[in-house]
């Protein structure tokens, strides 16, 4: 089965530098790729998605890149603010069933990124 | 996202003792998804369901029991079966993956934070 490793664990930035959170994975059908950020005691919320049939996304100051052929995906945070600290996890997915119904989500083990003023 | 609701927000077990958490959504999807997370650790899937009256065991179901006999209510049993219960857990939920849809992202609750008393 599928299986997504994320690094670094921790990451601290200074206010105004970049933060870079690397993924890799293990199933190469996998084909979508959705970032979620989690603040302390709350939901993980998406901040960003990508699927296979695109190489970058960009939203605002996020973006992510995927590379299928290494099999791994980054999350990109330009301008880092205080108020983007939190653990973030990356996910893979393998195409649903052909009857469809549900998606698969397999989780890397967080990062927890300290923005620093 | 508000239209999952988790309920409670803390909940205590004692020994030998099951245990039901509530989530309920207003968002019309079809799919369905409870998750466990533990301290340092990813999102690991418990049960899903992608249609009312069918449900699928996740990487984790040991211990655990659910039901849908409502498109919006996916409640998780916890049973005395599963030893070591402590987590916070997660309902999700996302639309249908049918046709060309292809993976569709997944929205989460507040959680339920489950102690052993």
């Known amino acids: 089965g599928e299986n997504v490793e994320q690094h670094p664990s921790t990451l601290s930035v200074q206010e105004g530098d970049s933060a870079v959170i690397k993924c890799t994975y293990s199933d190469s059908a996998s084909n979508y790729f959705p970032w979620y950020k989690q603040e302390l005691g709350k939901r993980p919320q998406l901040i960003i998605d990508?699927?296979?049939?695109?190489g970058e996304k960009k939203d605002q100051r996020i973006a992510v890149t995927l590379n299928k052929t290494a099999k791994h995906f980054s999350l990109h945070i330009t301008e880092t603010q205080p108020e983007d600290s939190a653990v973030y996890f990356c996910?893979?997915?393998?195409?649903?069933?052909?009857?469809?119904?549900?998606?698969?989500?397999?989780f890397g083990a967080g990062t927890r990124l300290a923005v620093h003023p | 996202d508000g239209g999952i609701t988790q309920s409670p927000k803390y909940l205590f077990r004692k020994e030998g003792q099951n245990v039901t958490l509530s989530c309920e959504q207003n968002l019309n999807h079809d799919a369905m998804y409870w998750y466990r997370q533990d301290p340092g650790q990813g999102l690991r899937l418990i049960y899903y369901s992608q249609i009312v009256n069918d449900f699928q065991k996740g990487d984790i179901a040991e211990g655990y029991s659910v039901s849908r006999e409502k498109k919006e209510s996916f409640p998780l049993t916890v049973t005395s079966a599963q030893k070591n219960p402590t987590a916070f857990y997660l309902c999700?939920?996302?639309?249908?993956?049918?046709?060309?849809?292809?993976?569709?992202?997944?929205?989460f609750g507040d959680g339920t934070r489950l102690s052993i008393l």
């Open positions: 990508i699927r296979s049939n695109v």
């Open positions: 996910a893979a997915s393998p195409p649903p069933p052909l009857s469809g119904g549900y998606n698969k989500l397999i």
């Open positions: 999700a939920s996302s639309t249908g993956t049918g046709g060309n849809l292809g993976n569709q992202p997944q929205h």
